[in-house]
């Protein structure tokens, strides 16, 4: 497994490959379709263009730039749980987002 730290986050964004989020998905039970890459790319670019993982209103909105059916917080939930923004951020190899407790 790549190395994370204590609350599961890739210590070294650079190291993510789409193994480790394959890996990080099924701990969480999610078995990555293409809708679940589209939105992991859309967040690693979010963050490699600002330096912040994306928090709920910026997800959605990436989202629906993506596609306006994946574009709201009910249908990214029931691709990445209910944690959404901590799940992506896991599965993307990003950092913690500031609205994860």
């Given at each position: ?17 789409r ?6 998905a099924?701990?969480?039970g999610?078995?990555?379709?293409a ?10 670019g979010?963050y ?6 994306p928090?709920?209103?910026p997800?959605v ?5 993506l596609?306006?059916?994946l ?13 959404t923004?901590?799940v992506v ?13």
């Amino acid at each position: 497994m790549s190395e994370v730290d204590a609350d599961g986050y890739l210590r070294d964004v650079e190291s993510w490959t789409r193994e480790h989020a394959t890996r990080m998905a099924a701990g969480y039970g999610v078995e990555l379709s293409a809708d679940h890459w589209k939105i992991v790319e859309a967040a690693r670019g979010f963050y490699k263009k600002t330096g912040i993982s994306p928090t709920m209103r910026p997800l959605v909105t990436l989202a629906r730039q993506l596609d306006p059916q994946l574009g709201n917080s009910i249908t990214l939930a029931k691709l990445f749980t209910s944690q959404t923004t901590k799940v992506v951020a896991q599965i993307s190899g990003i950092p913690k987002p500031s609205d994860c407790l």
